[in-house]
């Protein structure tokens, strides 16, 4: 009777990817790890699109993987996915504003068919200019923001990824990294932007999803102290 007075009471289950694991500090690397691969397989699917419509063109001595892309590719996007995915629920903290909308896994994965959507009709549409491409496509990820976030740190974020991202973009192209065909945005093409901002929306939400069940997760610890 002691011995079973002794035996540690064991936490219930939790979500569907950690079922025990309580440390904050574990969630954070375990939703990194999930983000990051999750950047690396939309990487390979939208980047083999792009790259089949001769939008993106890689140097051949680069081109290394089985999808036809620089082998940097991929992991450049899990790691920015990462970071995207951890920030979003971090700044929901940070600005005491909770995302509340549309908090569930079939409006996320709707999300991601969206945006996979998004990037289709920038390789695969055919518009009289860039300029009519560019306005469609940017009213497509303000639309998918509307539909899926709708919340300022959501769209201020959004922004600043585009933004960023574009940078970079730029700055690989100048150096040869690779380069667009038909550039009109200076070395890239004028709705790049709009397909970081529809990411960064896109991974945002992916990561607000996993945090959920963080806090699920420690609510229920301390329910049960």
């Known amino acids: 009777m002691a011995e079973d007075d002794a035996m540690p009471t064991l936490p219930k289950k939790c979500g569907p990817y950690i079922s025990c694991v309580t ?12 983000l990051f691969f999750i950047g690396v397989f939309l ?6 699109l792009q790259i089949q419509r001769n939008v993106t063109l890689f140097p051949p001595d ?3 993987s089985i999808f036809s892309s620089a082998w940097w590719v991929p992991p450049c996007c899990g790691t920015a996915s990462a970071v995207i995915g951890l920030l979003y629920p971090c700044m929901d903290r940070h600005l005491g504003e909770p995302h509340k909308f549309k908090r569930e896994w079939s409006s996320v994965m709707r999300c991601v068919a ?24 940017a009213a497509l990820s303000i639309g998918l923001w509307w539909t899926f976030d709708r919340s300022r740190s959501g769209f201020g974020l959004g922004v600043g990824i585009a933004f960023l991202a574009t940078l970079v973009s730029q700055l690989l192209v100048y150096n040869g990294v690779y380069q667009y065909t038909s550039p009109d945005f ?16 896109t991974m945002g939400n992916i990561g607000r999803q996993l945090a959920m069940y963080e806090c699920k997760v420690i609510a229920e610890k301390s329910h049960e102290d």
């Open 23 to 34: 440390s904050r500090g574990m969630n954070l690397v375990i939703r990194g790890v999930v």
């Open 43 to 48: 990487a390979l699917v939208l980047n083999l």
């Open 62 to 64: 680069v081109i290394t």
């Open 114 to 137: 969206v945006f996979v959507g998004i990037n289709h009709a920038s390789a695969k549409v055919d518009f009289a200019n860039n300029i009519q491409l560019s306005l469609t496509l």
């Open 186 to 201: 200076l070395y890239v093409r004028s709705w790049l932007p709009c397909i970081f901002f529809a990411g960064g929306i």
